[in-house]
């Protein structure tokens, strides 16, 4: 049997370290180029914008500061060009805009294809969105995944001492899947003629899940050579193997950038799911007539905090300040308060409405009332119906539209209270609630580079809230045992969201 | 009593071989034919790779071998578990599709690999596989070798009998050939004989071609050997004249030595 060798030669190019003399590149520096035509740039306001994107995404990219604390280019420079790039002769990563999405591709001289790829939905705020650390970090991840290295080994992630790669955890990666298990440290060489990278693996490295609060760390089977120039990591498990994760974390993140970016300052109980928190307070009066009923009025408190692992959770604090009036039976009086938390699940709808949403809740209501109210033989009498600190659950659905910086929302909301640890007479509360909600967007400002954004509230509801008496004892007349409240109130308020 | 120490101590180091010091000159040889073209293009195994598993899901997997001492064993060289897995996950695959005929093909191009053997500890023979006009073929199949991998030694006798010599010619210069084969063999003083028409055949059919000349070991490093050819067997067609004077022996020649057969 004759055979033909198949004849690899084998003459291998090491990538070079940070030490690379002048002639040969240095491989763990990246170019970063912004290509598009003169009116893309112009509409993404590449000026304005690019090179805070450029320095977002090439941050994003460094060890140390990249995904996981990892990442395989010590150095970036930024290009924003309106003809095809003129790739230079190191690795570059390509920021491409067309109509529909941005991408995002790794390229190196000599190789006919990216090795890397990534992209996002595109809208005028693309640049803008680049500038967010939590966006570029899921970018860099999913390119990085790609490539022939995760990371580099440099001295800021290498601690020799224990020895381990450790890094801390970055605010960016917020949004990341778990860090990978177990890490390959290598060195890598190119054969030039066919492409084909080749890894000597030094060490292998195993992450301890116990290791010190928000810091990343690997400990390593043994102590890495000196002598072996630059080293590289990847992913035991192999490329891409978050691919999917990664790029549905893009599509989330972008959507809730352009929701934060384009909706009335966002924040609001109304459209749920964005930003990091909201605070609002309001103030509403009644606009019935009747009895004491006039004078009612109502400040509210609102809270979200948004953000995983409690995005949608909803805080409401209403109380119904006390307000008397003497009468001839008695003095009567209304006041009140409730403390409710709730959990919005929200999806976003096409047609005429953005988003609907359904918020279950729970909590606690405390009521003070006493009216003169006719008995069932048509006497007055003073009565009075009170439950203090009543086990409250309740249901809200709610639509939302948002016309430009204005965005209002109907809703409807059931609620039922009463006290099971009380034994004998029992006062149940039972509230229907329906409103509509308007939100202006306000004014922005930049405190310690967060974006605080300030909303002008406008609302109006109708409170048709039902107290029964149950249980009673033997000794207590309860011939007048319910009483039915309809309220409509008004009013507005202001919310801080960031 | 001290005088008797003395002794023993004179007679250990007089019994110890007089070239356990490195022979630095093979050494020398060796690079200066490792950088030879005629190296590079020989058709001999340089390097294997040792897979248990083609066809999986991910990448295949490698025998888990501690190959630390194998290749100071002979002229042939193992690429690392860990390293032939990384490289064939840190590259896309030249052959897409995950028939066992793509996977292999995928694996030695891109580990670089002249031969793959594959094997389990399940009773199975193993096969050696390479690549011929770039599809898999399989060279040898055959029980596994004593120890199922793990002893080192076995294994490599075990793939040198499959592929039908000894060693191989990397190396040449006038009457004198530089020889990569089995250090355990080449220790001793022994004879051998290129084969005739061997240069560009990974395996030797069995019973060998004929002789082109015999050669008688000068001095041995390890795995390689110095060896001046005794006399030439070949006839006029062949591109060798008499020894000593002009002797074309193609370098990835393949030796066998009889005597140790």
Not at chain 1, 182 to 199: K, Q, R, V
Not at chain 1, 278 to 295: C, D, E, K, M, P
Not at chain 1, 445 to 472: A, H, P, Q, V, W
Not at chain 2, 239 to 259: H, R, Y
Request: proline residues 6%.
């Amino acid at each position: 049997m004759r055979l033909l060798y198949p004849g690899l030669l084998f003459s291998l190019w090491t990538l070079s370290s940070a030490r690379a003399d002048a002639d040969t590149p240095d491989r763990t520096k990246i170019s970063i180029h912004l290509v598009g035509t003169q009116d893309q740039l112009s509409q993404l306001g590449a000026n304005d914008h690019w090179p805070q994107a450029c320095k977002a995404l090439g941050t994003s990219l460094k060890p140390k500061f990249g995904p996981w604390g990892l990442g395989a280019f010590r150095k970036f420079d930024c290009k924003a060009v309106n003809e095809p790039a003129q790739l230079g002769p190191n690795w570059n990563l390509v920021v491409i805009p067309d109509k529909t999405k941005v991408r995002l591709e790794v390229t190196l001289s000599g190789f006919s294809k990216p090795l890397a790829t990534t992209q996002f939905r595109a809208t005028d705020l693309s640049l803008t969105q680049l500038k967010n650390p939590e966006l570029t970090t899921l970018l860099a991840a999913d390119l990085l995944e790609q490539l022939p290295m995760l990371s580099a080994v440099v001295p800021s992630i290498y601690k020799p001492k224990l020895p381990a790669i450790a890094a801390k955890v970055n605010k960016g990666d917020k949004y990341l899947p778990a860090p990978p298990t177990e890490l390959s440290i290598y060195s890598l060489e190119l054969d030039p003629a066919t492409h084909f990278w080749f890894a000597h693996v030094v060490a292998i490295a195993t992450r301890k899940p116990e290791a010190e609060k928000n810091q990343i760390v690997w400990y390593l089977d043994r102590k890495l050579p000196k002598d072996q120039g630059q080293l590289w990591i990847h992913d035991v498990g192999g490329r891409s193997v978050h691919h999917k994760e990664l790029s549905k974390q893009i599509d989330t993140v972008v959507e809730e950038l352009w929701t934060k970016a384009t909706s009335p300052s966002v924040p609001d109980r109304l459209t749920g799911q964005f930003s990091s928190a909201f605070v609002g307070t309001r103030y509403a009066h009644s606009i019935s007539t009747g009895q004491l009923v006039n004078r009612v009025s109502l400040v509210s408190v609102l809270a979200e905090l948004r953000g995983l692992p409690i995005d949608g959770l909803r805080f409401y604090y209403d109380i119904w300040p006390s307000v008397r009036e003497t009468a001839a039976l008695g003095a009567v009086r209304f006041s009140g308060n409730r403390l409710v938390a709730g959990w919005s699940f929200s999806h976003a709808v096409g047609g005429i409405f953005d988003r609907i949403d359904l918020v279950p809740k729970v909590g606690r209501w405390t009521m003070d009332i006493a009216f003169n109210l006719a008995d069932q033989n048509g006497e007055v009498r003073n009565t009075e119906f009170k439950t203090v600190g009543a086990l409250n659950f309740g249901l809200e659905a709610g639509i939302e539209k948002k016309i430009n910086r204005l965005m209002l929302r109907l809703w409807a909301s059931d609620d039922f209270g009463t006290n099971p640890l009380i034994k004998g007479s029992v006062t149940k509360v039972n509230n229907l609630r329906a409103g509509v909600d308007t939100l202006v967007k306000g004014p922005s400002l930049k405190i310690r580079g967060k974006d605080i954004n300030l909303s002008f509230l406008l609302y109006g509801l109708y409170e048709n809230m039902s107290l029964t008496k149950t249980g009673s004892t033997a000794t207590e007349d309860i011939e007048v045992n319910g009483v039915r409240l309809q309220i409509a109130l008004i009013g507005g308020g202001l919310a801080i969201a960031w | 009593m001290l005088l008797l120490g003395k002794l023993i101590l004179l007679g250990y180091l007089a019994s110890l071989p007089a070239n356990a010091a490195p022979n630095a000159a093979i050494n020398s040889w060796v690079q200066q034919a490792k950088a030879n073209p005629a190296y590079k293009k020989a058709v001999f195994p340089r390097k294997i790779v040792l897979i248990d598993e083609i066809v999986s899901q991910q990448t295949p997997t490698f025998m888990e071998l501690d190959v630390s001492n194998f290749n100071m064993l002979s002229f042939v060289a193992t690429i690392p578990r860990n390293d032939a897995r990384q490289t064939l996950q840190i590259n896309d695959p030249p052959k897409s599709g995950s028939d066992e005929e793509s996977r292999i093909y995928s694996a030695l191009t891109l580990l670089g690999s002249d031969l793959m053997i594959i094997g389990k500890y399940d009773g199975k023979p193993w096969r050696i596989v390479g690549l011929y006009k770039n599809k898999p073929i399989v060279i040898a199949k055959s029980p596994a070798p004593q120890g199922g991998g793990t002893n080192q030694n076995a294994l490599v006798k075990w793939l040198l009998r499959n592929l039908g010599y000894d060693a191989v010619v990397i190396g040449v210069n006038k009457d004198r050939i530089l020889v990569g084969g089995r250090a355990d063999q080449l220790t001793a003083n022994i004879k051998g004989v290129v084969l005739r028409r061997s240069a560009d055949t990974l395996k030797m059919a069995m019973p060998p071609e004929e002789s082109l000349v015999s050669i008688q070991k000068v001095s041995s490093e390890g795995a390689f050997a110095e060896f001046r050819i005794i006399n030439n067997d070949a006839n006029d067609e062949e591109d060798t004249e008499n020894a000593g004077t002009k002797t074309l022996v193609p370098v990835g020649s393949k030796v066998i030595f009889p005597d140790v057969h």
